[in-house]
């Protein structure tokens, strides 16, 4: 029999929505299909996105840090379980529309410890010793979702998540922007009559940003667009110095809104007063619950 396409859905929603790997998210959709159909065999491809976030000083210095990391992952059963099957080949045939191939596929059993690229990131110097109470606390809610904090899967997590945590700590940053922000304002003459005749318009494009929803505590990331009138009298901002900026209001608890607001009022005194801040990000709070739509994206 022809299995519906809502029951699939259904079948790997009830094993994604737990804390999860792809593999073994993979194993478990392939297994329970298996279980509950009887079929000859069942085939499972996982296309996975990974957000890959940076760590708080690289990314100053890394403009091309690629924010989102893609894997292929499969598992087999019955007529699939030998990844070298015939079936598999029939399969994929079917796939490459998609432009899957078998050679960027991870099968089952494959020895692959660094799926997620958070796991072996560097952790940011400006973090200290970890506060083994946070580590604890976490633990605890682990353990209140039904997982054992102790399985091997598991005994990092804690720490790791406490670590990445700490990037948003509400610090205070050494932002040296060519001397603007730290007492040098006064010396923009900002108070100045502009000659309207004079304004030249000035836009930066694509300045990308990471930070974390302070509602759900869960990253959001995206690309911020500024565009400024600039008088006669103030010089344009470079490139560098706009995307510092950036950095330092998105690397916090935040929400889209302030996040767009907080830009454009620290910009506005560098240029004379006409700036435009766009702010274009998709929230991880969109995919993981509410309307649960994955590529959703707000600006």
């Known amino acids: 029999r022809v299995v519906g396409l809502s029951k699939l859905s259904r079948v790997a929603d009830v094993f994604a929505k737990r804390l999860q790997e792809p593999q073994r998210l993979a194993n478990e959709v392939c297994s329970a299909l298996h279980h509950g159909i009887k079929p000859a065999g069942v085939a499972v491809v996982l296309q996975c996105t990974h957000i890959h976030f940076p760590d708080i000083e690289s990314v100053f210095l890394d403009s091309n840090h690629q924010g989102l990391v893609k894997i292929l992952v499969s598992a087999g059963s019955g007529v699939f379980e030998n990844k070298n099957a015939d079936e598999w080949a029939d399969f994929f045939s079917l796939l490459k529309f998609r432009g899957i191939s078998m050679e960027k596929v991870h099968f089952r059993g494959s020895s692959d410890s660094s799926w997620c690229p958070s796991q072996s990131a560097k952790v940011s110097s400006k973090i200290g010793t970890v506060n083994p109470a946070m580590v604890t606390a976490v633990a605890s809610i682990i353990k209140s979702l039904g997982e054992d904090p102790l ?149």
């Open 151 to 299: 399985r091997k899967e598991l005994r990092g997590t804690p720490s790791r998540f406490v670590k990445w945590l700490m990037n948003f700590q509400n610090c205070n940053f050494d932002m040296k922007l060519n001397g603007f922000l730290n007492g040098g304002i006064d010396s923009l003459t900002a108070n100045k009559e502009v000659d309207m005749n004079n304004k030249k318009i000035c836009s930066e494009l694509n300045l990308t940003f990471w930070s974390q929803c302070e509602h759900h505590l869960l990253p959001f990331h995206g690309v911020v667009h500024i565009g400024y009138i600039l008088s006669d009298g103030f010089s344009p901002i470079g490139k560098s110095l706009l995307q510092s900026i950036v950095h330092f209001y998105g690397f916090k608890l935040q929400v889209q809104e302030r996040l767009t607001r907080q830009i454009a009022e620290t910009i506005s005194p560098l240029i004379g007063g006409d700036v435009i801040v766009v702010v274009e990000a998709s929230h991880t709070c969109m995919i993981s619950r509410g309307i649960e739509k994955f590529g959703s994206s707000t600006a």
